[in-house]
């Protein structure tokens, strides 16, 4: 079995929020309902509070939009106005959020805290990218920008602006090669004893 699966933008699904405050199109998870890691991206429409996910540690990157700022219990306020600047919170933080002017569009990444760690970078991609494999870990990528292609042992995937792809390397594997011109979002999963 091949250790690279191609997430294309199509197969993401996109539901409203219960308190009618934005949308999130799911792209990816680990596990069920109690899931290890999940991915995923929020459109935030208006001001409100975030829910709690108890356990889970959280990353945010913003993608499109002004900015939002954020109260996380009771630390001072975390602005975030740059495209790709990110926070990390626990999940079970207490955090509203305002819009700083108009709706915005931002990545986020859940990772269960006695399972995995997740380390979120965002970069460009000019020329080639290698990833080599370590044991118990999986690399999830997502072309936010442009388009890349991703070679494997045996695999050759072709992935446009919003497809994205998990590399599994828990058994083992051999290193990944990106290349094309753009901007990914990458996420590293580790085994949370390590």
Same mark, same amino acid.
């Given at each position: 079995?091949?250790?690279?699966?191609? %997430?294309?933008?199509?197969?993401?699904?996109?539901?409203?929020?219960?308190?009618?405050?934005?949308?999130?199109?799911?792209?990816?998870?680990? *596990?069920?309902?109690?899931?290890?890691?999940? %991915?995923?991206?929020?459109?935030?429409?208006?001001?409100?509070?975030?829910?709690?996910?108890?356990?889970?540690?959280?990353?945010?990157?913003?993608?499109?939009?002004? *900015?939002?700022?954020?109260? %996380?219990?009771?630390?001072?306020?975390?602005?975030?106005?740059?495209?790709?600047?990110?926070?990390?919170?626990?999940?079970?933080?207490?955090?509203?959020?305002?819009?700083?002017?108009?709706?915005?569009?931002?990545?986020?990444?859940?990772?269960?805290?006695?399972?995995?760690?997740?380390?979120?970078?965002?970069?460009?991609?000019?020329?080639?990218?290698?990833?080599?494999?370590?044991?118990?870990?999986?690399?999830?990528?997502?072309?936010?920008?442009?388009?890349?292609?991703?070679?494997?042992?045996?695999?050759?995937?072709?992935?446009?602006?919003?497809?994205?792809?998990?590399?599994?390397?828990?058994?083992?594997?051999?290193?990944?090669?990106?290349?094309?011109?753009?901007?990914?979002?990458?996420?590293?999963?580790?085994?949370?004893?390590?």
């Amino acid at each position: 079995m091949s250790p690279l699966l191609r %997430i294309p933008s199509s197969s993401c699904q996109r539901t409203r929020w219960k308190n009618d405050g934005g949308w999130t199109t799911e792209i990816a998870r680990s *596990g069920g309902d109690d899931f290890r890691w999940r %991915i995923s991206i929020a459109e935030i429409e208006s001001d409100g509070p975030f829910s709690s996910f108890p356990g889970v540690d959280r990353d945010l990157l913003l993608l499109d939009g002004n *900015g939002i700022e954020l109260d %996380i219990d009771d630390a001072p306020p975390r602005r975030l106005v740059q495209r790709f600047e990110r926070v990390h919170f626990a999940g079970e933080a207490k955090v509203d959020c305002r819009l700083v002017a108009g709706p915005t569009r931002d990545f986020n990444v859940m990772a269960r805290r006695d399972a995995v760690r997740a380390e979120v970078i965002a970069r460009p991609l000019v020329g080639p990218m290698v990833i080599f494999p370590e044991r118990d870990a999986e690399w999830f990528v997502h072309v936010f920008a442009g388009h890349a292609s991703a070679r494997g042992e045996a695999d050759a995937i072709t992935l446009e602006a919003g497809a994205s792809l998990l590399a599994d390397f828990r058994e083992g594997g051999h290193r990944l090669v990106l290349e094309g011109s753009g901007e990914l979002v990458l996420v590293k999963f580790l085994a949370a004893s390590r």
